[in-house]
Each structure stands twice: as C-alpha cells, then as structure tokens.
C-alpha cells in the first residue's frame, strides 16, 4: 500500500502530489513507490519555488521547501518537468547530460525516485 | 479596438485565437483524445472585478469550442480541468506580465485536473498561454 502525504502544499508540490496519486493509479508506478527509501528536492529555478518528496517505504510524504542533504535534488522548470514527465527514463538522462536539468546527489537514486513522480505516458 | 476582459466577446476571442494557431494545431493534436480536455476558469472577484467569473472552453486536437464566459457556472459540461485564480492575477497573465506555469508552480492559481496530462501536453498549453496576449484587451478597474 502506498500513502501520500502533504497539506497546505505550493503549487510545485500540489503538481507533485497529483502526479503521484495517478501514478500510484497503476501496478508498476505503485511497485516503484512501495520500494523506493530516499529524499528528492524539486526545484522550479525561474520562480524559486521548492518541493521536497520523501520516500520510506510506502509511505509518501510532499513538503514544502528544500530539506538539508537530500538524497537526490534537481532543478527544473515547468517545460523540464514536462520532459522529464514522458516517464522515459532515456528522456530523464537526456535531460541531466544536456544540463537542461540540473543534478546533484545520488544521481541512481533520482533516476529511480523520477520515475515514481512522473507517471509514464 | 479593446476587447473587455471578462466578457463573452473575450472568450469568443481567444476560442478564434487557438483555431487560427498552427502551434495549438500541432501541438494539441493529441489534446483531449480519450480524455475530458475542456477547461473551466473560476475568476474570483478583486481588482474591479465584483462577483466570480466562469470562463469554459471545450478543448480537443488543438481546437477550441463552447467558449463561454458567464457569472455563473456557463455550462452543466463537466469540466476536465479548473484553474482558479484572484482577477488581479489573471490580469498579469493575459497581459503577459505574469507566466501562467510560473502562477501554477507558485500556487498563485490551483489546477483540478490530471496535472499529468498537462504535464505531457505542456508544448500545447503552453502555445495556449502565449496566444492570451495577442487580444487587444481592457480590463475592469482600469
């Protein structure tokens, strides 16, 4: 079973959560999350705005801001998040080598948590 | 001449707008195929604007349809998409002052919908966005 967790979110984390939940729609989105331990920070650079996501488990929970050494944060605008949401995990590194996307951290990690937030198309 | 904005004329405007686009042709091809694609605008009052605004719009294969802007829920249409925001704010974005993905991500307005096909179809709301400025436009409270 997978729980999502997260109030009063900013829209970056309200795009997060809803994205999630139907994800979580299907086996495999919902196979990902059960499975997956870790922290991810989004970040949008044009309007500064900051979502944290932290996976234990099952257990789904969406914060606002960044927290102190997540496990895996990127920044990405509207459009990179929409590239990145084609659930292809090529298109993911595509995104990360081009530098359209920017990484740090556990960058395996990011990878595998991406493809729990982003439901495949 | 100024089209007002909120007003039907606006809403027949831009309707006209996005089926003259080749962007919103190409890029929403695949917009609303399988999927409720019509949009429902709340508009809360401020800013001159005195009681909510509804704007709907049926959208599907990057083109427009039902464009209707009343102050009151125009159609019993259910729609696949809300977007709700303050007038003051919609005014910035028509005006091009203000991004609407940028409003969304800061939470300056609220989506309702599958923000996963938004997300996939960015390229076509995005050609959207973009067309809200090429209306000549008055406002209220102006």
Same mark, same amino acid.
């Given at each position: 079973?997978?729980?999502?967790?997260? !109030?009063?979110?900013?829209?970056?984390?309200?795009?997060?959560?809803?994205?999630?939940?139907?994800?979580?729609?299907? !086996?495999?989105?919902?196979?990902?999350?059960?499975? !997956?331990?870790?922290?991810? =920070?989004?970040?949008?650079?044009?309007?500064?705005?900051?979502?944290?996501?932290?996976?234990?488990?099952? !257990?789904?929970?969406?914060?606002?801001?960044?927290?102190?050494?997540?496990?895996?944060?990127?920044?990405?605008?509207?459009?990179?998040?929409?590239?990145?949401?084609?659930?292809?995990?090529?298109?993911?590194?595509?995104?990360?080598?081009?530098?359209?996307?920017?990484?740090?951290?556990?960058?395996?990690?990011?990878?595998?948590?991406?493809?729990? =937030?982003?439901?495949?198309? | 001449?100024?089209?007002?904005?909120?007003?039907?004329?606006?809403?027949?405007?831009?309707?006209?707008?996005? +089926? +003259?686009?080749?962007?919103?042709?190409?890029?929403?091809?695949?917009?609303?195929? $399988?999927?409720? $694609?019509?949009?429902?605008?709340?508009?809360?009052?401020?800013? $001159?604007?005195?009681?909510?605004?509804?704007?709907?719009?049926?959208?599907?294969?990057?083109?427009?349809?039902?464009?209707?802007?009343? %102050?009151?829920? %125009?159609?019993?249409?259910?729609?696949?998409?809300?977007? &709700?925001?303050?007038?003051?704010?919609?005014?910035?974005?028509? &005006? &091009?002052?203000?991004?609407?993905?940028?409003?969304?991500?800061?939470?300056?307005?609220?989506?309702?919908?599958?923000? $996963?096909?938004?997300?996939?179809?960015?390229?076509?709301?995005?050609?959207?966005?973009?067309?809200?400025?090429?209306?000549?436009?008055?406002?209220?409270?102006?």
């Amino acid at each position: 079973m997978v729980v999502i967790k997260g !109030e009063d979110l900013n829209g970056l984390g309200q795009i997060i959560k809803m994205m999630m939940i139907e994800n979580i729609k299907n !086996e495999k989105g919902r196979m990902l999350a059960q499975n !997956e331990k870790g922290s991810l =920070v989004v970040t949008d650079p044009n309007s500064d705005v900051s979502a944290t996501i932290i996976f234990n488990n099952g !257990e789904i929970i969406i914060q606002n801001g960044s927290i102190s050494r997540p496990t895996a944060s990127v920044a990405a605008g509207f459009e990179e998040l929409a590239e990145m949401s084609s659930g292809k995990l090529i298109t993911m590194a595509k995104c990360l080598i081009t530098g359209k996307v920017k990484a740090k951290g556990n960058l395996f990690k990011l990878l595998r948590m991406s493809k729990s =937030v982003f439901p495949p198309s | 001449m100024k089209v007002l904005f909120p007003s039907q004329d606006w809403a027949g405007a831009i309707a006209t707008a996005i +089926n +003259n686009s080749k962007e919103t042709a190409e890029h929403g091809k695949n917009w609303g195929v $399988g999927f409720n $694609g019509s949009f429902l605008f709340e508009i809360s009052p401020g800013s $001159g604007l005195d009681n909510k605004m509804y704007f709907f719009m049926d959208l599907k294969e990057g083109k427009a349809s039902d464009a209707l802007m009343k %102050p009151e829920v %125009p159609t019993t249409k259910e729609p696949g998409f809300v977007i &709700s925001g303050a007038y003051g704010d919609w005014k910035l974005i028509v &005006s &091009s002052q203000l991004d609407l993905m940028e409003a969304i991500i800061k939470g300056t307005f609220t989506v309702r919908g599958d923000m $996963g096909k938004i997300m996939r179809n960015a390229k076509f709301v995005r050609a959207v966005a973009n067309l809200l400025n090429t209306i000549p436009t008055s406002y209220l409270g102006e």
